[in-house]
């Protein structure tokens, strides 16, 4: 049937294979994976367009205006129609601090859910690989992690860099240490599940044919073993991105993440809180929803996306 | 079938051994972890899976291990292609010991060498990649054919060879039935041009269906390419079809070895002839037969002396005591008190 046809004409192009696929055929089925898809890109265009989809820029000094600070939302009595969400004690729009706290609460989930992966993976190949007492020394660690909460490792990371760093420098170099400190307290679930996956895959046979052929060690975990332990990665990498988020804003609402000049999510809310009983609810509400459904969309996508790479439940 | 078998083994006298193995031997270290043991006060716990194996396989023989589950068989396996490191003894594969010091030239010129074809070819193909990738993977990492162009080309003649479309290419392996999987493992033992492949009960996981496809292709591609096999199997009805000589292994012992029209025709040791008489067979419809007396014991705690002596329905006195030595018998050599010299 197809024997004058080229066979390379014959393969479909990526995007057909894509829309082929199990992944899209159970996303294009579950409209709750849809809408928190869309409310998840929207908050992500939103933040990388802030400086330009913000009715002002609110670290820029020029614009404010004290006179501006502790306007409610426009539709309420008493709003100005500049300031949509309001404003906070220093006339800042409560609308463009949340576009510009997303940008940084976005940066920093992404960055350290990267950083935790990369060193999950690394140390969960070389643990499942290795074994012996490298396998012991790295999950012994791991373990020893596990029985602290992850916020308490954090705040412990963050808390000694903050003392080497010293306070001049400390606001140069806090985005590196919150990246850091989140990170290396989530780095855990990867490499036990990357462990764990490496000693059920480094025993199937197609493992036993690429050593037969001399490849090394490293070489094959990275062209054999990884590409099939990566769905479980994926879907913590999901999960965690949510919880990074979280962990950050915790982190700034407590006061050693990010400073109120460069706020995040957390930090607005940490701000707005001093002034929930004076009855400007809307300064720490607004951040506070924008958190919620942010962290909520990403964690609802986390969700499909375990069971939509769970073979069991195709 | 009785005539090429008698051609084989006349063809195979001329030829000069291409595996040599010498002495083998692998055991297992089960202890408990140090603190455990410390704590529990039990001692080390080794399990020896192959004790003392010695076989030679000439070029373009068909080799057949066999023996029930446990008996080292795919230990050997291992050891045999270099994927497991023996305890002691010797591998030589046409002159190289797979084991021995080399330079990284002549490790690369020793693999080329040897294949392995796996049992179960649901785990064997890597499941994210091509077909074709998977087929390639040898020819690159030996870096045989540098242009991609002429490296595709071979993958498709590979698969021809095998009995697949040189389009397969381009699929996943869960694109196909075991059968067709198993050949693409075939495909891909083939794509470094090896003299010597390892089949580890390559039909044991096919239907019956397809396990007589897969064992004729490996003997049609014996005789084209003028293959030299080591054939591990259970299935003595499979081994029949396909080997020149056949070792029986009991416990990790080589209790008999000879050329396979003898060795099925008459079988020396009380084992092998436990073993051939449990093969289903239609001209025994209706006959009584001997049943397997009891099961392969436990070979953390081997029985003394002859291994097989608790189920040996010819036990003599001295079998719980002494270990057989090794007694030719006609053309087969036996590891039976039976035969031993008065």
Redesign the interface.
Known sequence: M?DTSD?RS??PGRIARALDSDLWYSFSRSPLAMISTVVVVLFIAAALLAPLIAPHDPFDPANLSILDSFLPPAWLDGGDPRFLLGTDDQGRDVLSTILYGMRISLAVGFASVIFAMVLGITLGLLAGYMGGWVDSVIMRIADVQLTFPAILIALLINGVARAMAGPQSYDKVVFVVLVLSIGLSFWVQYGRTVRGSVLVEAN???V????????KPWTIMVK?VL??VLGPVLVIATINLALAIITEATLSFLGVGVPPTQPSLGTLIRIGNDFLFSGEWWITIFPGITLAILALSVNLLGDWLRDALNPKLR | MALDETLNVARSNEARPLVEVRGLRRSFDLSKPWLNRLIERSGRVSLTAVDGVDFSIREGETYALVGESGSGKSTIA?MV???LPPSAGSVEIDGTDVWGKKSPDQ??RM?RK???I???PF??????WRVGAIIA??IK??GLIADASDRAERVGELLSLVGLD??DG?KFPHEFSGGQRQRI?IA?ALA?DPKFIVCDEPTSALDVSVQAQVLNLLRDLQQRLGLTYLFISHNLAVVRHVATRVGVLYLGRLVEEAPAAELFAAPQHPYTKMLLEAVPDIDMEGKERLAIAGEIPNPVTPPPGCHFHPRCPARLSGCDRDIPMPQHVGNATVRCHLFDPR
Do not use: C, T, W
């Not at chain 1, 036993?208 to 490849?215: C, S, V």
């Not at chain 2, 785990?123 to 994210?128: E, F, G, K, T, V």
């Open positions: 197809a066979m014959k393969e199937k046979e197609y036993l044919a690429a050593r037969l052929i001399g490849l054999h590409p099939n | 291992r292609v270099g994927l490790e690369r693999r040897i294949q392995m796996f049992q179960d785990a064997s193909l890597n499941p994210r993977e040898p990492a030996f040189p389009r381009q493992a891909r470094s």
